[in-house]
């Protein structure tokens, strides 16, 4: 158990839709980092969080949006949903922010669009 | 061409063989990390490298930061081996990860 805890675990939706993720950390982690993994594209950096502060930018597109809350929780806010938005949709949690520790991940939200 | 490449992409072995993943990047990174996919989907961090050598249980992570290069061994592979492996690096020249589209691996008994 990575102490890492992602809600919903599984997120059925129409196009055009908005949802939100959310993002427990593991107990003593202030980074939150956000994930996309789709079947064509691999693994893709979204964005990183610490302390409260966005402190890094991936290939978040503009209809995704997301905040680290005081109590550190996360969450990843997508909207205007299309069917390529269909992914795994992981989050990770670290004791530093500037990747000079290791990761915990949650186990994913898969997130399918119709 | 991406930052991260990873090869082979797919590999079969049989239960016992000593096994090499090998990952080469482009750009400058302060940590390059090793992660573990089962077919469930759930992701496992096996290892995060800076310099040197990492070893623990079967598994050996080395990193060449001259030469841009990294390796993960699995010694005395098992079935319970059988995942992706995915090697990603933190690009400090713009702050952002970059990932490697993962090795398949398959341990027959």
């Known amino acids: 158990d ?55 930018k991936g290939n978040i597109l503009e209809r995704f949006s997301a905040q680290q809350f005081p109590d550190l929780h996360s969450e990843l806010n997508l909207s205007s949903l299309e069917l390529g938005d269909s992914a795994l949709y992981f989050c990770a949690s670290s004791v530093g922010g500037r990747d000079n520790s290791p990761l915990h991940f949650g186990n994913g939200t898969r997130l399918t669009v119709t | ?17 000593f096994i090499t993943i090998n990952c080469s990047y482009s750009v400058g990174i302060s940590a390059l990390h090793w992660l573990q996919q089962h077919p469930g989907g759930g992701i496992v961090s096996l290892f995060m490298l800076s ?12 990193i060449n930061i001259q030469e841009k290069h990294s390796s993960l061994h ?3 592979s098992h079935p319970r081996d059988s995942a992706v492996y995915i090697c990603a690096v933190w690009g400090y020249n713009f702050n952002k990860f970059y990932f490697g589209s993962g090795t398949k691996l398959n341990v027959k008994p």
């Open chain 1, 2 to 56: 990575s102490g890492v805890t992602q809600t919903p675990k599984h997120l059925i939706t129409a196009t055009g839709q908005r949802v939100t993720l959310r993002c427990s950390p593991r107990s003593g982690d202030l980074s939150v980092y956000w994930y996309q993994q789709s079947l064509d594209q691999g693994l893709q950096f979204l964005i990183q969080y610490y302390n409260g502060e966005e402190r890094a």
């Open chain 2, 74 to 76: 699995i010694t005395a």
């Open chain 2, 51 to 62: 310099s040197g050598k990492k070893k623990h249980g079967r598994l050996i992570a080395t």
């Open chain 2, 1 to 17: 061409k991406n930052e991260v490449e990873q090869s082979p992409q797919n590999l079969t072995a049989q239960e016992g063989e």
